[in-house]
């Protein structure tokens, strides 16, 4: 009687066949628990002021630079609150509404809104599960999550269920799967399999608590890490899919997560992955393990009066999907159809699950020079950028040209028009020793900021290194064969401070981002 609901005029009815719901509604109560944890954890520890309300400056994404802070504090009770305070203090309320089923579809969109905007306001900010839950998020309100074990289903039994459609549970699988697969393939690179950046990651984790020691940077332990991990970014997935590995390759996912939490400082990840991944398992997988517990037999009755969508709506919501997972599989490899080296000038590293690849030193120094006397000085960053956002503008080219037009757009309005910006921005990838990444003759407060790649981006030319180049920072510049533009050669006489004229400097290691 069910086949026959299922038009044979299409081959997608099988995304519309009937499955239990349990699997769902476990998804919901992880998603909503993890992200109120977030949301409480940022409002707590005031890093929601530290990221949005203290700085004066922030970086959108490309595409995206009209998402702006939205600037309207609000007055509650004699207290004035920012109102990205409010904003998580809503991801908060709406993350509670989400895990308990209370108007969902409600909440799951004004959950969505919300965290994707805040998402897209400042790159610096951007991790890749930050990018996943956003991903996850808008597809939330598409869910029928809340038919049981919800509020909704005891507000309104009508709409209760105990079955959803196919496509539901392959559309997570799918999405969950995606960090996992992907990352496992940008790790198809040169750099990782000889090493490097994790061969220096390790260095660093020799006082790490319980596992941490020289045995670290021993060559087998790196090759371990380094194969290790590749393998289980690429064979996770499949080992899920496949019963007689599913519980093997989930106790390798438990135990890479848990790892994962203790060695990089990434928030919520390892948690919701934890969660998430259960998706993987038979869609009725909790009944079944309340049943072992307390021992009762917990049976779900067949959908006999099924409803299935007609064959247009089949078909379009099919399309729809279709058209969802080929741009998922797609944009991970547009580097290679674009110019330069992800890991270099992060053209394309964002949204591609390029996790763990890259280690960067940085030193960054702005000139500004008036072009009605020539007289030239340092720009002093920190009167405009946070320490944390500085350390992630200066590893990348694009970034340090959004901050020169925003320098240069500042002086304009202190009576300095058509000030010259150039930027001396030196970079060390993965070892190498370190280089220019960005052309230092470029007046960068006159190159527009478009979506195409930067003709001043200097490319990676310094060789890998098994052994990371040891120079102190502060030292760079005497090692180093620089031409730079007479606008750069300052006098130790100038009036710029010490402090100022020395390069800001700011160490970037191996992070999940």
Request: charge should be neutral; include cysteine; hydrophobic fraction near 45%.
């Amino acid at each position: 009687m069910l086949e026959s609901t299922l038009d044979p005029r299409t081959n997608v009815s099988w995304m519309f066949r009937p499955v239990p719901i349990d699997w769902l509604v476990v998804y919901r109560l992880a998603f909503g628990g993890v992200m109120s944890w977030y949301a409480w954890t940022f409002i707590q520890s005031g890093t929601v002021k530290q990221f949005y309300e203290v700085p004066l400056f922030h970086l959108p994404y490309d595409g995206f630079r009209w998402v702006r802070l939205i600037d309207l504090p609000l007055q509650i009770d004699g207290e004035v609150y920012e109102f990205i305070t409010l904003q998580y203090v809503c991801l908060l309320i709406t993350g509670l509404m989400i895990m308990a089923g209370l108007f969902y579809r409600l909440a799951a969109i004004t959950f969505a809104l919300c965290f994707t905007h805040i998402f897209l306001i400042d790159r610096c900010y951007y991790q890749n599960h930050y990018y996943l839950v956003s991903l996850l998020a808008l597809q939330l309100p598409f869910l029928p999550a809340n038919r049981a074990f919800s509020i909704d289903a005891l507000l309104f039994p009508g709409k209760a269920t105990a079955f959803v459609p196919a496509w539901t549970l392959w559309l997570i699988r799918f999405q969950i799967g995606v960090p996992y697969f992907f990352g496992g393939i940008a790790k198809l690179n040169a750099d990782w399999i000889r090493g490097q950046p994790m061969r220096m990651a390790m260095a660093d984790k020799i006082d790490m608590p319980f596992v941490g020691g020289l045995w670290l940077t021993e060559e087998w332990c790196v090759q371990c890490i380094v194969w290790g991990g590749l393998l289980f970014d690429l064979l996770v997935v499949p080992g899920l899919l496949w019963k007689r590995t599913r519980m093997l390759a989930y106790g390798c996912a438990l135990a890479f997560h848990l790892t994962n939490s203790q060695m990089w400082t990434i928030g919520i990840f390892p948690w919701l992955m934890i969660l998430a991944t259960t998706v993987y398992f038979e869609p009725d997988w909790p009944r079944r393990a309340l049943s072992r517990v307390t021992r009762d037999s917990f049976t779900t009755d067949s959908p006999q009066n099924w409803f299935t969508p007609g064959h247009r709506r089949q078909v379009t919501i099919a399309a729809v999907l279709g058209m969802f997972v080929t741009w998922q599989c797609l944009m991970p490899f547009r580097h290679l159809v674009t110019t330069g080296n992800p890991n270099w000038d992060e053209y394309s590293h964002y949204f591609s699950w390029h996790m763990l690849l890259r280690a960067k030193e940085c030193g960054l120094r702005v000139y500004a020079t008036d072009p009605a006397t020539t007289r030239s000085g340092v720009v002093d960053l920190r009167s405009y950028l946070t320490a944390r956002q500085l350390s992630v503008v200066a590893r990348d080219p694009r970034m340090i040209h959004q901050l020169c037009r925003y320098v240069a757009q500042d002086l304009s309005g202190k009576g300095f028009p058509d000030v010259e910006i150039r930027a001396l921005a030196l970079v060390s990838l993965n070892g190498r020793k370190a280089q220019l990444l960005i052309d230092p003759t470029v007046n960068l407060a006159a190159v527009p900021v478009e979506n195409v790649y930067p003709s001043y981006i200097v490319p990676l030319h310094e060789p890998y290194r098994h052994d990371a180049w040891d120079c102190p920072l502060a030292e760079w510049e005497q090692h180093l064969d620089l031409e730079l533009p007479p606008q750069m050669q300052l006098s130790q006489t100038s009036n710029t401070p010490a402090s100022v004229r020395r390069t800001i400097t700011f160490n970037t290691r191996v992070e999940e981002r």
